[in-house]
């Protein structure tokens, strides 16, 4: 993105986080130029953002296949919906705070599990056993185990 001041290209995010209910990424940018920083506000559609899949096929990214996932892994549990609102929007911010165009679906599924890993201990394990893919009882008792030390 070129930046407002010199019209260079060399600009990146700082920062970026999810407007409530606008479905939208407010970024912070720093021009390398001349330094300067600006705002902008960008449709989460219009971000081109692909996902690489484990068989290295590519997707478009997609918010509801994650929050789908979460919500699986919080069924039945005593989370309060806004919690989950609330962490999926946090989600997103790390998920669309680096520039990249690619990210890899093991890179999502490792920043959901840092979120999951505070908010649900129970939710957490069934998010890791979809997405790890445990073979046995006992990796899983494993994955447990470093979970609860
Ligand atoms: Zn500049």
Known sequence: MKCPFCNQDNTRVVDS???????????????DVCGRRFTTYEKVESIP???IKKDQNREQYDRGKIQAGIL???YKR??????????????EG??????????????IGEIVMEHL???DAVAYVRFASVYREFKDVSTFMDELKKFMN
């Open 17 to 31: 986080r999810p407007v409530e209910d606008t479905n939208s990424i407010r970024r912070r940018r720093l021009c």
């Open 49 to 51: 953002l692909t996902v």
């Open 72 to 74: 699986r892994a919080c």
């Open 78 to 91: 005593p989370i309060p919906v806004e919690k989950i609102e609330e962490m999926m929007d946090a989600i």
């Open 94 to 107: 790390e998920i669309f705070n680096t520039e990249e165009k690619e990210i890899s679906s093991t890179r």
């Open 117 to 119: 890993k505070e908010l």
